[in-house]
T-cell receptor
Framework: KAGVTQTPRYLIKTRGQQVTLSCSPI?????VSWYQQTPGQGLQFLFE???????NKGNFPGRFSGRQFSNSRSEMNVSTLELGDSALYLC????????????FGPGTRLTVT | GENVEQHPSTLSVQEGDSAVIKCTYS??????FPWYKQELGKRPQLIID?????GEKKDQRIAVTLNKTAKHFSLHITETQPEDSAVYFC???????????FGTGTRLKVLA
């Protein structure tokens, strides 16, 4: 099976702009979770989607949003970018049950200048 | 909610020695504990996991042990090699949700 893919791999944006990141899960997986990874904060959970529904949300401001499509592909959007949003954004796919194995994509490296 | 603490934050060992990384969790209902390895510039990769119905699981040079009473689980790497150098993360599910809480990571350096 093909692994989790994310596009784009690298992005450079300026403050105030918005950005959309995409994640395609492993075939057959219906759950997609998003994480923000920074050197100081580690892996922080953003949100999780299953069958086009957000089931859980982390402690991030409303500027961070996401959605999932009927083919399980997911997008996350960050509006009004701030310098502190610079990070590696990782998505992970799993079948969708509790305590399922999660597999990560390669990530999107976002730099905000 | 679940809280996961991971120690140590950095660990240096000589090639061939063993390395042990420990995580503690707070939610006694947690039942699945994965370990991820992240090499520089790469994605976290699931290397081993354990479920709460067993106390130990091995896969070649790596093993994970679970102590449910004390609420901690540990990653053991034997006969370390330079390619084991990476950041290792533990995680536990936040019970009643579909999210995972990650430890802060351990940077392992294997010195040749």
């Amino acid at each position: 099976k093909a692994g989790v893919t994310q596009t784009p791999r690298y992005l450079i944006k300026t403050r105030g702009q918005q950005v959309t990141l995409s994640c395609s899960p492993i075939s057959g997986h219906r759950s997609v979770s998003w994480y923000q990874q920074t050197p100081g904060q580690g892996l922080q959970f953003l949100f999780e989607y299953f069958s086009e529904t957000q089931r859980n949300k982390g402690n991030f401001p409303g500027r961070f949003s996401g959605r999932q499509f009927s083919n399980s592909r997911s997008e996350m959007n960050v509006s009004t970018l701030e310098l502190g949003d610079s990070a590696l954004y990782l998505c992970a796919s799993s079948p969708g049950g509790t305590a399922d194995e999660q597999y990560f994509g390669p990530g999107t490296r976002l730099t905000v200048t | 909610g679940e809280n996961v603490e991971q120690h140590p934050s950095t660990l240096s060992v000589q090639e061939g020695d063993s390395a042990v990384i420990k995580c503690t969790y707070s939610d006694s209902a947690s039942n699945y504990f994965p370990w991820y390895k992240q090499e520089l510039g790469k994605r976290p990769q699931l290397i081993i996991d354990i479920r709460s119905n067993v106390g130990e699981k091995k896969d070649q040079r790596i093993a994970v042990t679970l102590n449910k009473t004390a609420k901690h689980f540990s990653l053991h790497i034997t006969e370390t090699q330079p390619e084991d150098s990476a950041v290792y993360f533990c995680a536990a599910p936040d019970s009643g949700t579909y999210k995972y809480i990650f430890g802060t990571g351990t940077r392992l350096k294997v010195l040749a």
